[in-house]
């Protein structure tokens, strides 16, 4: 069975996100981003490095042959199609799977209080117990309907 992801539109928040990113990050104010200033970005925007060969790719197809670097226009059309292409669930999978450390398919509260334990030493048990009731009452809403 093949699966397609869908594109969807990205928002004018998005696109606000993207040039500001772009403007942070171009470094000497030349009005497009260099190798290092475009890898920068797409950290900033995505939360990872990107490879060699990405990065490559990334800025042949988003520089035009007379610029150095990809200009804030292109710069703009390549990562909103890079964030329209994203799964919106993917950061979902991945924080469940961050709790989920015994791969049960389902969370338990000590799955919960280790996890808060680990990154959030310093918070108290009842807000962690409070998350966790929240959270479970929203998947049972979500399962009845």
Same mark, same amino acid.
């Given at each position: 069975?093949?699966?397609?992801?869908?594109?969807?539109?990205?928002?004018?928040?998005?696109?606000?996100?993207? $040039?500001?990113?772009?403007?942070?990050?171009?470094?000497?104010?030349?009005?497009?981003?260099?190798? $290092?200033?475009?890898?920068? @970005?797409?950290?900033?925007?995505?939360?990872?490095?990107?490879?060699?060969?990405?990065?490559?790719?990334?800025?042949?197809?988003?520089?035009?042959?007379?610029?150095?670097?990809?200009?804030?226009?292109?710069?703009?059309?390549?990562?909103?199609?890079?964030?329209? @292409?994203?799964?919106?669930? $993917?950061?979902?999978?991945?924080?469940?799977? @961050?709790?989920?450390?015994?791969?049960?398919?389902?969370?338990?509260? $000590?799955?919960?209080?280790?996890?808060?334990?680990?990154? @959030?030493?310093?918070?108290?048990?009842?807000?962690?117990?409070?998350?966790?009731?929240?959270?479970?009452?929203?998947?049972?809403?979500?399962?009845?309907?």
């Amino acid at each position: 069975m093949t699966s397609f992801k869908t594109e969807r539109e990205i928002s004018d928040a998005d696109r606000k996100k993207i $040039e500001t990113v772009f403007h942070q990050s171009d470094l000497g104010r030349k009005g497009y981003l260099s190798r $290092e200033d475009f890898k920068v @970005a797409v950290v900033m925007l995505f939360g990872y490095k990107p490879s060699k060969s990405e990065t490559d790719m990334l800025m042949e197809s988003g520089s035009y042959k007379e610029w150095p670097g990809v200009p804030l226009n292109q710069f703009t059309s390549l990562m909103g199609r890079k964030m329209s @292409a994203e799964d919106p669930y $993917e950061k979902m999978r991945q924080i469940f799977s @961050a709790f989920d450390v015994h791969c049960r398919g389902f969370l338990k509260l $000590e799955d919960f209080k280790s996890a808060f334990k680990r990154v @959030a030493p310093h918070l108290p048990e009842r807000t962690v117990l409070e998350a966790f009731r929240s959270l479970s009452m929203r998947c049972e809403r979500t399962i009845q309907h």
